[in-house]
């Protein structure tokens, strides 16, 4: 069991939802998340899935610190990163980066390539002396695939794909041991997200690294993910290890997520039962008392309206979920689904 670097518990962002424009007044909270525990290994890759709303880029932008929490603790080998100043915070920052979700506006347009993927050379210069950045930069395009000569190119030159690959060179360029990856792969084509997903895979390989993959395509995650946690409306509903989560869901929302995914063999197709879920999501300035997913859910009962069901592992399961009813339930959802 390779060792934790990474302990996210009981984890709160809430923005406050304001009336006035002179005088304002706080009139109540968007709960975007509330109350997440994770953990993350050594080279392991957590998915995070859900809807869109559900709250899982927030839990990115707090686990980077780029924002402040409204209670829990992240920790970063056993230190509390938001405690962290100066030279602590700088050396964190070396440690885990970020992969943005769009390539077409996480890079600045009027700066070449060279420039974007050095400029963490010149914060952190014990990286690269100046006089080998060039050099560094190169090795950094061909890593990820990239013609080492297209060092003076701008972004528009190049394809969605690419601008993504450089995005990822970026990240890898200060060494890090952990990359959170915010839908790195939703802005592209189909063929392209295989690419780049190989691609992210292959790194870990030979680099090492951690990954948080956030997306809210369940096939695309199974291919890169050793465990997945689904995220409904700011909470964690279910954590399990990939055959787990796809071949032995517990919880009724995740059930219904793994049953939504496309299925190309027509044979198998005709055999799969589909979940249809009912109504919208709730809005995270007002959910649901008790479970939040009840408003939905085909078993509510009234204990769901009551009582918040902990995320723990239920008689006949094997993994933690947060419902009063889970049980176990197949799911067809075929390998040839996902990117190959």
């Not at 890169?224 to 009724?252: C, F, N, W």
């Not at 239920?314 to 993994?319: A, E, N, P, V």
Request: proline share 6%.
């Amino acid at each position: 069991m390779s060792e934790k670097i990474l302990e996210i518990k009981e984890l709160v962002k809430h923005y406050a939802v304001t009336r006035g424009i002179v005088f304002k007044k706080t009139i109540g909270h968007v709960q975007a998340v509330d109350g997440v525990t994770l953990d993350l290994r050594e080279g392991e890759t957590l998915g995070v899935v859900g809807e869109s709303g559900c709250g899982k880029s927030t839990l990115s932008r707090v686990v980077m610190n780029l924002e402040l929490p409204t209670a829990g603790t992240v920790l970063y080998r056993g230190e509390d990163i938001f405690k962290m100043r100066g030279g602590d915070m700088r050396r964190l920052r070396r440690q885990i980066q970020l992969v943005m979700q769009d390539p077409y506006t996480s890079l600045n347009p009027r700066m070449t390539v060279g420039d974007l993927i050095g400029e963490p050379f010149e914060i952190h210069t014990e990286v690269a002396p100046k006089g080998s950045r060039r050099q560094k930069v190169q090795e950094l395009l061909e890593l990820v695939g990239l013609n080492p000569e297209h060092i003076n190119r701008y972004p528009h030159q190049f394809s969605g794909g690419q601008r993504q690959r450089i995005g990822i060179a970026r990240a890898l360029a200060l060494r890090p041991e952990i990359i959170v990856c915010d839908e790195p792969v939703s802005a592209l084509d189909v063929s392209i997200q295989a690419q780049v997903m190989n691609l992210l895979e292959k790194l870990q390989s030979e680099l090492g690294l951690a990954y948080i993959f956030i997306a809210h395509d369940l096939s695309v995650v199974r291919h890169l993910s050793d465990r997945v946690a689904v995220m409904y409306l700011g909470k964690i509903v279910e954590i399990g290890t990939e055959d787990q989560i796809y071949e032995r869901p517990t919880h009724p929302y995740t059930q219904a997520l793994l049953s939504a995914v496309p299925v190309p063999d027509p044979t198998v197709r005709s055999t799969k039962a589909i979940i249809r879920l009912t109504g919208d999501v709730p809005s995270p300035a007002n959910p649901p008392s008790g479970c939040r997913f009840r408003t939905r859910c085909w078993k509510a009962q009234d204990i769901c309206a009551k009582e918040v069901p902990a995320l723990v592992e239920r008689r006949g399961t094997d993994h933690p979920s947060a419902c009063h009813f889970a049980e176990e339930r197949e799911i067809v959802v075929t390998h040839e689904a996902g990117v190959a």
